[in-house]
C-alpha cells in the first residue's frame, strides 16, 4: 500500500524561530498533497492543499505567510511555521493522494507533534 | 458545503461486545464516505470507504459500515471489539465531483474505550 512518512516526528523550538516538517510519499508520485492541524481531543482541519509546481491553496483563515507550504517535488511536500508562538503547538498531519487510486484515496503521514516554547 | 456529525464523543464498550458508532453527513448528492481509526500520537489509518454500489462495506480488522441514504448516514459496526480497539474513530466525507483534489471533511471524532 501507499506510504507517506513525515518528519521530524516530534520538534520542540523556541518561539520566535522556524521549523520546517517534511512530508514525503514513498512508493508513489503524489501531485496532491494535504496539511491538517490537529488540537488535542479534536478532529483534524484541513490547512492547504499542496499541489506539485504551484502555490498552495489555504483554507480560509490560515495565515499563508505564517504557514509556508512547498511541494517542489512529486514526493515532497514542506510545512515551515514561520516565527512560532506557542498558540502555534499542535499536531501537524501531511496526507497525498495516489494517483494510482481511483477514486482518489488520501494515504496519512504519521503525524508531526510540534511544542513552543 | 459538506459536514460531518458524529454524535457520540466518547463510547464505552466492554471487550467482546458489539459496537456501532454513529455518523451523520449532510452533502448535496451521494458523498464519498470514510471511517479512519487514530491511535494515540499517531495519524490516520483508513478502515473503510463508500463510493457507490453495495451499501454494506467491509473493511479492514472486522469493521464494516452501512450507507443509508435516507437517514445520511454511515454508521461503523463490528461484531465484537478487542482491546486493541481502543482508538479514535474519524468518519469523513470527501467531495466527488472534484477529482484529482479531493477535500475531506472530519468530524470530531468518538474515542472507543474498551473494558475487560
Known amino acids: 500500500g501507499a506510504v507517506v512518512s513525515q518528519h521530524p516526528s516530534r520538534v520542540i523550538c523556541k518561539s520566535g524561530t522556524s521549523v520546517k516538517i517534511e512530508c514525503r510519499s514513498l512508493?508513489?508520485?503524489?501531485?496532491?498533497m494535504f496539511w491538517y492541524r490537529q488540537f488535542p481531543k479534536q478532529s483534524l482541519m484541513l490547512m492547504a492543499t499542496?499541489?506539485?509546481?504551484?502555490?498552495?491553496?489555504?483554507e480560509q483563515g490560515v495565515e499563508k505567510d505564517k504557514f509556508l507550504i512547498n511541494h517542489a517535488s512529486l514526493t515532497l511536500s514542506t510545512l515551515t511555521v514561520t516565527s512560532a508562538h506557542p498558540e502555534d503547538s499542535s499536531f501537524y498531519i501531511c496526507s497525498a493522494l495516489d494517483p494510482r487510486d481511483y477514486p482518489y484515496e488520501q494515504y496519512f503521514g504519521p503525524g508531526t507533534r510540534l511544542t513552543v516554547t | 458545503a459538506q459536514s460531518v456529525t458524529q454524535p457520540d464523543i466518547h463510547i464505552t464498550v466492554s471487550e467482546g461486545a458489539s459496537l456501532e458508532l454513529r455518523c451523520n453527513y449532510s452533502?448535496?448528492?451521494?458523498?464519498?464516505l470514510f471511517w479512519y481509526v487514530q491511535s494515540p500520537g499517531q495519524g490516520l489509518q483508513l478502515l473503510l470507504k463508500y463510493f457507490s454500489g453495495d451499501t454494506l462495506v467491509q473493511g479492514i480488522k472486522g469493521f464494516e459500515a452501512e450507507f443509508k441514504r435516507s437517514q445520511s448516514s454511515f454508521n461503523l459496526r463490528k461484531p465484537s471489539v478487542h482491546w486493541s480497539d481502543a482508538a479514535e474513530y474519524f468518519c469523513?466525507?470527501?467531495?466527488?465531483?472534484?477529482?484529482?483534489?479531493?477535500?475531506?471533511?472530519f468530524g470530531t471524532g468518538t474515542r472507543l474505550t474498551i473494558i475487560p
Open positions: 512508493d508513489f508520485q503524489a501531485t496532491t
Open positions: 499542496s499541489n506539485e509546481g504551484s502555490k498552495a491553496t489555504y
Open positions: 452533502y448535496g448528492a451521494t458523498p464519498y
Open positions: 469523513a466525507v470527501g467531495a466527488p465531483l472534484n477529482f484529482g483534489n479531493e477535500k475531506l471533511t
